[in-house]
């Protein structure tokens, strides 16, 4: 089953909730500064986040809508 991995630059997050809007699964908008969290997702560097998932599709539409392209996914595995 292939694996992909989102990673989340959360620093750079303009709080414009579109993620969220598009995959509720992945994000969240948090309400104390209004940024997305990635849900489940581990912190690998400070303010730099992610979570590795078998489907790709929703987290894709989240990268694509992102205005400040914060959000990447990559397939890491076949
Ligand atoms: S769409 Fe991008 S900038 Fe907006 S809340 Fe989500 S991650 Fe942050």
Redesign the pocket.
Known sequence: MPRFRIT???G??????????VDDVH?A?NAKD???DLVGGREVKPGIFELEVDSDELARH?ES???????SVKKISD
């Open positions: 989340y630059d959360r750079n997050c303009v709080a414009a909730g579109a993620c969220a809007a994000f908008i209004g940024k997305a989240a809508v992102c205005p400040a392209a914060v959000i």
